[in-house]
């Protein structure tokens, strides 16, 4: 039989057939896979499997069909990729105004993800009645260069949820944010009854506690699949090499083939087409700092890789 897999949590994986849950376990040969020695675990929220049932209310996972695309990330201590999810049609990056402080910084690890698996991505704030004058205006000129879909909603007001709503149909989406942005108050917003447990932000560190502890995807109305994760502070790129990092910046792509050197790091190169557009404004300053900080992390760790 075939199904989704819906939920991971430790070595159980939760496949969805024809509107049934079944709790799986893998096969051994699973481990084996050559397509799969790359990631951390070799079955992910929304990869499509075969299975078997044990006639016991539970089954086996025996083969993992060929992926869409693969959200991971990757530290400097790992050797693989640490998958969280599969085949995808967006990538929700969920942020907030008030706290935990707005971090634009973890937008652009998500934003180059994105650009990498060929995902779109879509950014939500959140905790609109909270904004100070202008802090919407200041997103937008963020990215301005950049056609990235910002949608500015609140959970305690419902401003916007019934848009962010409209935006989910249909496809397969896994939010992403920091511990404390909302995601689980949106979600609460959006299909009242749903009755997901939140959690507060911290007084004393202004972070936020974790609400969601597993990588679980809800199928909700509308066609609407919706991966809910655990919050992330961070995010690690370092599977990317620092000369290929400006082709996953949009904006920076769409422009470099006007730099004098190729490849061009956007750094240190005279003629560089980049910094010709943040200089006269057409690309953010900064955006091209949060761009020069990956690139400084991803250079820092080629580096000590090779000592």
């Known amino acids: 039989m075939t199904g989704t897999v819906v939920k991971c949590f430790g070595k159980y994986y939760t496949v969805e057939n024809n509107g049934r849950r079944i709790n799986c376990t893998l096969r051994g040969k699973l481990r084996n896979d050559p397509r799969l ?26 083969a993992v069909s060929d992926r869409a695309n693969a959200f991971t990330r990757r530290f400097k201590d ?9 085949n995808l049609d967006r990538i ?8 935990p402080k707005l971090n634009l910084r973890f937008v652009d690890r998500l934003l180059v993800r994105g650009v990498k ?34 949608l500015f909603v609140s959970a305690k007001t419902g401003k916007g949820i019934k848009a962010f709503k409209k935006e989910l149909a249909g ?8 511990s404390g942005v909302g995601k689980t108050s949106i979600l609460n917003s959006m299909y009242p009854g749903l009755g997901l447990r939140t959690s507060e932000v911290s007084g004393s560190t202004g972070k936020g506690r974790h609400a969601t502890t597993n990588v679980e995807m809800l199928s909700m109305e509308g066609g609407a699949r919706i991966i809910d994760t655990p919050g992330l502070r961070e995010f690690g790129l370092m599977d990317i090499e620092p000369e ?6 949009m904006e920076f792509g769409r422009y470099a083939g006007g730099c004098a050197f190729s ?27 949060s761009y020069l900080n990956i690139l400084a992390t991803l250079k820092e760790y080629r580096e000590n890789r090779y000592r």
């Open 37 to 62: 020695e790359k990631y951390s675990e070799p079955v992910a929220v929304g990869d499509v499997v075969d299975f078997e049932e044990d006639g016991k209310g539970g089954g086996a996972i025996e």
């Open 78 to 86: 790992s050797g693989r990729d640490d998958i969280i999810a599969a």
């Open 92 to 99: 929700v990056a969920i942020q907030c105004f008030g706290k």
């Open 117 to 150: 698996e060929g995902v779109e991505t879509l950014l939500c704030v959140n905790k609109l009645d909270l904004a100070g004058h202008d802090d919407a205006g200041r997103v937008r000129d963020y990215y301005h260069g950049y056609d990235l879909s910002i």
């Open 171 to 178: 496809k397969m989406s896994i939010l992403i944010g920091n």
């Open 244 to 249: 290929e990092l400006g082709i996953h910046f």
């Open 263 to 289: 490849p061009c790091t956007h750094d240190h190169e005279p003629g560089c087409e980049i910094k010709k557009l943040v200089e006269n404004g057409s690309i953010s300053e900064d955006r091209y700092v």
